[in-house]
Nanobody, 125 residues
Framework: QVQLVESGGGLVQAGGSLRLSCVASGRTFSNYAMAWFRQAPGKEREFVAKINWGRGRTFYADSVKGRFTISRDDAKNTVHLQMNSLKAEDTAVYYC??????????????????WGQGTQVTVSS
């Protein structure tokens, strides 16, 4: 497994932007698919975005398509989540996760074996 540390969360007004980062250590980062999940108060954790290994195909939840962009820098063992046009409903703890399996399309959080500690994103309306 890899160890993951997120950063970049904070308080922002609706319509603003934030960039989350997640640094991995411990294993070969380029072999992992990386994803972001989030959990709002009183709600279940949900998938936000994923980027695969290799060519880095991306997947997004419908709620963030066109506003969020996931990217990775394998040389720096880092994955980013650029969040634009933020809404109050984006308020949540955001978690970085790593997947080492062979299912190219999975976004099921139970498939992800490594998780960060989370970073709080608060969007004020």
């Amino acid at each position: 497994q890899v160890q993951l540390v997120e950063s970049g969360g904070g308080l922002v007004q609706a319509g603003g932007s934030l960039r989350l980062s997640c640094v991995a250590s411990g294993r070969t980062f380029s072999n992992y698919a990386m994803a972001w999940f989030r959990q709002a108060p009183g709600k279940e954790r949900e998938f936000v975005a994923k980027i695969n290994w290799g060519r880095g195909r991306t997947f997004y939840a419908d709620s963030v398509k066109g506003r969020f962009t996931i990217s990775r820098d394998d040389a720096k063992n880092t994955v980013h989540l650029q969040m634009n046009s933020l809404k109050a409903e984006d308020t949540a703890v955001y978690y970085c996760a790593a997947y080492s399996g062979s299912d190219y399309y999975t976004t099921d959080m139970t498939s992800f074996g490594s998780w960060g500690q989370g970073t709080q994103v608060t969007v004020s309306s």
